[in-house]
């Protein structure tokens, strides 16, 4: 079972309630889950979540490792000979289980270093000026991270993004195989939970977890980019104060989901609708 869900949606409650029921395991698929520098700030499963019922590849990355979808797919595959419920607001993971993922070699550092200068210095338009026409037809040109990986893999193997992904393979788990649920929330429902929920976090330590990441903290980091983190960590550092930090961060929440329900919408019109409330 696939269940996929915006940001602060209730899917992970909803997951929880189906692995109880059919003695699933619960298998994470959200990108940020995986760090185990984060577990208030990513609303990861809680200790007696995971002590309920069976969960894996929840915050079993260190903070400093790189961790790909490739690197997600490696370590699902293994699980999926017992009945799982994958959940997650991830959409390239589920893409990646779903259609398949391209064999790309890795990325140099060296060549990360350079592409990450330059997004510093010129932005994300530079690059996305100097891709492939192949690739640069089809990609979310809003997305600097996505053009980034694009230049990327370019700048190291001398092939477009797009045409490594015409070399697909099979994927691990078709949606034609599997039940593939996945949550469509009223807005104006989705952001007052989302701004609950981020008060919630407070409440349970969010802030004192982010203390703990202020020591060698690094912005660049993948697992750096949990919504949340990088306006606590400002507000630690002296540069704002908690409450225009606790604003921006539930502002940061809100466009995120909207890009996610965007991605669904456009992704995953295979997969059976759940209008919320």
Known sequence: ??????????????????????????????????????????????????????????GHVARDASYSVGHWLRDLAPLLTRPVVVVGGTGLNFTA???????????PSSIRKEADARMAAEGHLALLSELDPATAARIDRQ??????????????????????QEDTPAPLLPVAQSEALVLQPEVDWLNDRIDRRFDDMLAQGALEEA?????????????????????LIAHLLGEIDLQDAVSAAKIASR???????????????????????
């Open 1 to 58: 079972m696939l269940l996929a869900g915006p940001t602060a949606s209730g899917k992970s409650a909803l997951a929880m309630e189906l692995a109880a029921r059919d003695g699933r395991l619960i298998v994470n698929a959200d990108a940020l889950q995986v760090y185990a520098n984060w577990r208030i700030l990513t609303a990861r499963p809680t200790p007696a979540d995971e002590a309920a019922l069976p969960h894996a590849l929840y």
């Open 97 to 107: 289980l779903t259609r398949g993922l391209a064999e790309i070699p890795e990325v």
């Open 143 to 164: 997305n600097p991270v996505r053009i980034q990986r694009a230049w990327e893999v370019l700048r190291a193997t001398g092939r477009g993004l797009a045409s490594w």
């Open 211 to 231: 203390q703990a990441n202020l020591a060698d903290w690094d912005p660049a980091r993948p697992a750096s980019k949990a919504i949340g983190g990088p306006e």
């Open 255 to 277: 466009q995120y989901a909207k890009r996610q329900r965007t991605w669904f919408r456009s992704n995953m019109k295979a997969w059976r609708q759940l209008s919320l409330p």
